[in-house]
């Protein structure tokens, strides 16, 4: 090993590899001093903000009301950190992707349970969805749960959010959830969140699309790039998942009682599928 390692220092490539160590240990630790400085609400530009909603409204074609949603950003929102850093700080593109993919599945929501009196937003993170629900549902309870405490403090204090009280609820939606998911926490999940539902009620929820893999976890995601953000989630519970569609019927039929699930033309965020799960 030594050998080797002396070969590749007299050919620059053991040298290499060593400053390019350093330099990602550099980056990442100015990340995260600037992560430090930044204050809880991202302070974007007014003016970017605005021409993002107005065309995100505007693409969408929501009613007016809508305009009233809050559009503050969380400086640890993984949704917006993200990609802001993969399309090189193209503000407006990001911005737009952002409010557009949260408008719109709050929006499919309401098309799906119109009428859903207490809906939680599991696994809501920082709102992408969660700050539309009062413009989709304007008389209903809005409840929210994730993991990380940062995030459930954000959409109640800048989204009027509640904290999940355990409840048995009308509506369950969870985004981006069940694509993260070991698969032993993926099956309990998918148990207790059924196990919520009023008997009218709805789960939706979002998937890659389906593989001929039964069920395959990866210890990566949007994350692993962005470890200075707050509450980060471990790779060995938080990673990247695809399944089959028979994975996915032979796990929902496996949990107590009759559930049917249709799967809408739409997409999540233009990649995920939308699954609508209820009773019957």
Known sequence: MNLKRWIQDKIGIGENRDKLALLEKRVAALATLEQWALPEVLPIPQPLVERAWSDCLSLLGLPEAWSASPKAIHRSDPMFRYPF??????????????????????????????????????????????????????????????????????????FGALSDDQQPVDLIFAGSVFTHLPEAEFKGTLRSLLGRLTRTGVLVLTLHEFQSQRFAFHPYTEESALRELEDVLSEDVYGSVYCSESFWRDTLSSVDGSWTYTLLPERFGGTQAYLVVKAG
């Open 85 to 158: 850093q993969v399309h090189g700080g193209d503000a407006l593109k990001v911005l737009a992707e952002y409010y557009e993919t949260g408008a719109e599945a709050a929006f499919r929501l309401q098309t799906v349970a119109p009428n859903a009196e207490r809906i939680l937003d599991f696994g809501g993170g920082y709102g992408r969805v969660g700050r539309f629900l009062y413009a989709a549902f304007p008389g209903a309870k809005r409840l929210v749960s994730d993991p990380k405490p940062s995030a459930v403090d954000f959409q109640i204090k800048h």
